[in-house]
């Protein structure tokens, strides 16, 4: 007698080989393929290469070394390091008594001269009514031809007098205008308005022309300075905005400047260009001398 389950591993069979067709081909997931780039096509950068971060210093147009202009002593200071001072201000006085001196005689020359210009102009204005009436009277045949030609050289004489006198002025006038210079050398003033950043000099002091006694610096406008890579050299044209703040304080308010210039020519040396930026509006936590954080956007 047959047993009911002896077909089951002849199916068994027959199912692994329906499996095992080489007709179905197994299915596989794939990862979708990357798309490349075109070469044609340039790659944006990340935010934050579009800027361009420099440092340089805080400076000022006007900041100079006030120099001696003639040789003294020092009589009085009257500026000291940190005051503020006006252009034609006062910082310094040399002794002045010795050239106060010879200004004041070289005036009273002057007076003498005028006043002898004049004498002269009256001199020949009396020799010339003496030369008509001499002639009046050679016309009427009163008087001798001699007579009128005294009176003609009386009246040229004059005249050269008054021409003499006149260079006598001339020449009193420039040497008094010549020590009056010599007495302005004697105050030391400011250049320009600003602040007395050193004083070189003490009451007392004997100094030589071409001396520094004081160093001034203009307080504004602030500017900044810097380089830039010769491959940004068509980024910044003047009028442009950059970011300046300071370098070591934290936090920093940030200020904006505008470009005032910048090199036409690149520095062989370092490959740079060098630029001039003024900061706009008040920046009190800035000074000249400072090193300022230059912050650039960069065209997207």
Not at 60 to 73: F, S, T
Not at 185 to 196: E, L, M
Not at 198 to 222: D, I, K, M
């Amino acid at each position: 007698m047959t047993k009911p389950l002896s077909f089951l591993p002849l199916l068994a069979v027959l199912l692994s080989l329906a499996c095992n067709s080489p007709n179905q081909v197994p299915t596989v997931a794939a990862a979708a393929p990357q798309p490349q780039p075109d070469a044609a096509t340039p790659v944006l950068s990340s935010p934050a290469d579009q800027t361009f971060q420099t440092t340089g210093p805080i400076v000022v147009e006007n900041q100079v070394d006030v120099l001696a202009l003639r040789a003294g002593v020092i009589s009085v200071i009257q500026a000291d390091i940190g005051k503020a001072v006006s252009k034609g201000g006062e910082l310094a006085t040399l002794d002045d008594r010795q050239i106060v001196a010879e200004r004041n005689a070289a005036a009273a020359k002057l007076h003498s001269s005028e006043a002898n210009l004049k004498d002269w102009e009256a001199e020949t204005g009396m020799a010339e009514a003496d030369f008509k009436r001499a002639q009046a009277m050679r016309d009427a045949g009163i008087n001798t031809q001699e007579a009128l030609d005294h009176a003609r050289y009386q009246l040229i004489g004059s005249q050269y007098e008054i021409e003499k006198a006149k260079e006598e002025v001339g020449n009193a006038q420039n040497t008094l205008r010549a020590l009056e210079l010599e007495v302005e050398k004697t105050r030391i003033t400011a250049p320009f308005d600003g602040i007395v950043a050193r004083r070189y000099v003490r009451v007392g002091q004997s100094v030589a022309v071409g001396e520094r006694l004081f160093w001034v610096t203009a307080v504004a406008p602030l500017q900044v300075k810097f380089t830039l890579p010769e491959r940004l050299l068509g980024t910044l044209k003047p009028g442009k905005s950059v970011s300046v703040s300071s370098a070591d304080l934290s936090p920093a308010p940030s200020h904006i400047a505008r470009v005032v210039t910048v090199s036409p020519v690149v520095d062989p040396s370092s490959g740079t260009i060098e630029v001039l930026a003024q900061i706009e509006g008040p920046a009190s936590d800035l000074r000249p001398g400072m090193l300022a954080n230059i912050r650039i956007n960069l065209p997207q």
